[in-house]
């Protein structure tokens, strides 16, 4: 905003600017940036908790007396 002391002679001039860059609508599926191929990792060893093992074990034992 021109200040109020500023007579019509010195009005301010608006220079619009345009866009600098397109806007582009949000995408969730676009990629970031270049991504290589998934290699072959071996799986983790030693990560199986034996709780949930015997939980599973518990639970097939009771649908195997249910059946």
């Known amino acids: 905003y021109p200040a ?3 007579s019509d ?3 301010y001039i608006f220079k619009p600017r345009g866009k600098r860059c397109i ?3 949000w ?3 676009a ?3 270049p991504l ?3 290699t072959n990792r071996p799986a983790r060893e030693g990560v199986k ?3 949930v093992e015997k939980g599973l ?3 097939a034992a009771k649908r195997a007396k249910i059946t």
């Open 4 to 6: 109020l002391d500023a």
């Open 9 to 11: 002679d010195e009005e």
């Open 23 to 25: 806007d582009e609508a």
């Open 27 to 29: 995408n969730p599926k």
């Open 31 to 33: 990629r970031v940036g």
């Open 36 to 38: 290589l191929p998934k």
């Open 49 to 51: 908790k034996t709780s």
């Open 57 to 59: 074990e518990a639970a």
